[in-house]
């Protein structure tokens, strides 16, 4: 048990869907992240929120939207995907951010495999 | 090129050998992290470093930050250990993670 949960753990859905990704964090830790692991691509930090407040945004396209309305919780609302949004989307959470040094260790979920028809 | 890079790409190993993947990084860090992954998509953190040289039971995480490259180390190595290893670094004065494309390791018996 990591501590660190996602729902649903395997989501088709069709472009014209609109869906949602829930990742909930048992820890008591302040920052929450979405990661997309895309098929022989690393791993691509999507979004960051620490204390709700959102601290990165990598780029990511308007189509996925973070919600993050306390510190346990971190949602990721899906609309109008397209099919090579298909990928394994991972939720971490750690203690803060850790600006003041080291980067806090990162506790991960089991991730949601997410398939775009 | 990729700001992470990691090598091997592919190893394989029989049980109880000495197994090192190594990561470069071409940006400066605040943290280099190294991370499990098992089939099914689980991450595991294994350490998180800055300098110098961390142990947890057979494993040993290595970086010298001055050429920009870290070590992992797995001693005795076992079937339990095959998985995909994947370095990280978080790009310093920024909360922004950069991952390598990971190493695939396979234990055999």
């Known amino acids: 048990e990591t501590g660190v949960t996602q729902t649903p753990r395997h989501l088709v859905m069709g472009m014209t869907n609109k869906k949602s990704l829930k990742c909930e964090q048992h820890l008591g830790h302040n920052a929450m992240y979405w990661y997309k692991q895309s098929a022989k691509k690393p791993l691509e930090l999507m979004f960051v929120y620490n204390f709700k407040e959102q601290t990165e945004n990598n780029s990511v396209p308007s189509r996925f939207s973070p919600e993050c309305p306390n510190s346990s919780h971190l949602f990721l609302h899906l609309h109008t995907l397209q099919p090579e949004d298909s990928a394994l989307y991972l939720c971490a959470s750690s203690q803060d951010l850790g600006r003041g040094g080291l980067y806090n260790e990162q506790f991960f979920g089991p991730g949601t495999r997410l398939t775009v028809l | 090129k990729n700001e992470v890079e990691q090598s091997p790409q592919n190893l394989t190993a029989q049980e109880g050998e000495f197994i090192t993947i190594n990561c470069s990084y071409s940006v400066g860090i605040s943290a280099l992290h190294w991370l499990q992954q098992h089939p099914g998509g689980g991450i595991v953190s294994l350490f998180m470093?800055?300098?110098g040289k961390k142990k947890h039971g057979r494993l040993i995480a290595t970086i010298n930050i001055q050429e920009k490259h870290s070590s992992l180390h797995i001693t005795a190595s076992h079937p339990r250990d095959s998985a995909v290893y994947i370095c990280?670094?978080?790009?310093?004065?920024?909360?922004?993670?950069?991952f390598g494309t990971g190493t695939r390791l396979q234990v055999f018996p």
């Open positions: 470093l800055s300098s």
């Open positions: 990280a670094v978080r790009i310093y004065n920024t909360d922004k993670l950069i």
